[in-house]
């Protein structure tokens, strides 16, 4: 059974730093790439950050200097570094597989950014 299970959001003070980690099991993970993906209340499901299988990395440009993304495949877990956080970023955050031709979620881990 495939499943991701992001941890590490929550609250955070404008200029302050998370960092978010997707576990993944049930499937062979370093052979794909996975995504970060956020959704602000009102707001369409954007992509984030891209980390293929061999390690390559692509930001959107509102994270870019920011966010870095990262993986371990020895232990199965995805991460995203946020720095310099602002209140445009709070949103739910969402890792993302796609495995052949299934997409798989995570259940997705808050992050709200306030003073």
């Known amino acids: 059974q495939v499943q991701l299970v992001e941890s590490g959001g929550g609250l955070v003070q404008p200029g302050g730093s998370l960092r978010l980690s997707c576990v993944a099991s049930g499937f062979i993970f370093r052979i794909y790439a996975m995504d970060w993906y956020r959704q602000a209340p009102g707001k369409q499901r954007e992509l984030v950050a891209h980390i293929s299988s061999g390690g390559s990395t692509n930001l959107a440009d509102s994270v870019k200097g920011r966010f870095t993304i990262s993986r371990d495949n020895a232990k199965k877990t995805g991460y995203l570094q946020m720095n310099s956080l602002t209140s445009e970023d709070t949103a739910v955050y969402y890792c993302?597989?796609?495995?052949?031709?299934?997409?798989?979620w995570g259940q997705g881990t808050q992050v709200t950014v306030s003073s």
């Open positions: 993302h597989v796609r495995a052949g031709a299934i997409d798989y």
